[in-house]
């Protein structure tokens, strides 16, 4: 492989990374490179974009626009009116079954899908009750607020996952926290009497997905207001905890490509709405 294209690749890959629009500029390869034909230099920079197009900021000039500057209650009422007046699609229960097959496909193999607290990768044919199939995970539990799986919170993408039909039963509806012992079948994953912690892969996605939900669900929709709070063990009550666990699982596993690929899936193909804590992770301390 030539130097020139050795250059490119490596700039690709650092603009990739960084989330940030990659400019090709011939005039800054080294001395005695010869200048990549302008194909190449057009899908470089259309593969740079399309990774810029999931970075925070993004859509700050857009649809962040009025959120963008406030903290605290200010912020969490203009995220819940952003969040809430674009969802224009919502989906049924048994619709989820297919866009969580889109949503949560493995990119190395489009057959299949990734499970949230296993980690496994498992065909997306494989789903339905049996032990060793997959089905829609509630990361929010229905039962904090009894909200089941009627159009609205029980069939929100933001917060639905395939999950071994065994860890999720598992899980149950218990709170997040630290501590327990391993639970089988999710490696990583740890469960006691009152509360789960995931792996730490996906402990800032199951954060933001929580945080999300309850600036998603204030109360209006005909749903009860969700929150969420520092304790475990809050049964049926429209709260799940902890909070401050919650915080620092956010900023112990920030964003991957993964959970920002999915929010852009979800945003352009099904619901047209964003989880906020994953375009920008620092508006979780702004709010909280």
Known sequence: MDNNRVNRRALTALAMAAGTVLTVVVGQLPAGATAAPAADQRAAAASAAQHASLSAG????????????????????????????????????????????????????????????????????????????????????????????????????????????????????????????????????????????????????????????????????????????DKVGNGTQPHIGRLSVLKQWSKQDPPDSFEKHRNQVIFDKYQHNRNPFIDHPEWVDSVW
Do not use: C
């Open 58 to 229: 993004a859509y700050d000039d857009t649809y962040y626009k009025d959120a963008i500057g406030k903290t605290g209650q200010a912020l969490k009422d203009s995220l819940h009116r952003i969040i809430s007046t674009t969802q224009t699609g919502k989906l049924t229960y048994d619709q989820v079954w297919d866009a969580l097959k889109d949503t949560d496909q493995d990119p190395d193999n489009s057959a299949n899908v990734i499970l949230l607290y296993s980690g496994r990768s498992q065909s997306k044919d494989a789903h339905g009750g049996n032990p060793d199939d997959w089905n829609r995970e509630h990361v929010w539990a229905k039962s904090h607020g009894d909200f089941g799986t009627d159009t609205g919170p029980g069939t929100d993408l933001h917060h639905l996952r395939p999950e071994d039909v065994s860890v999720n039963s598992e899980r149950g509806d218990k709170d997040f926290d630290n501590g327990g012992t391993e639970v089988e079948g999710a490696p990583g994953s740890r469960t006691d009497d009152d509360s789960f912690e995931p792996r730490d892969a996906v402990k800032g996605d199951v954060a933001r997905m929580i945080l999300y939900m309850a600036v998603r669900y204030d109360g209006g929709d005909g749903f009860a207001d969700l929150e969420p709070n």
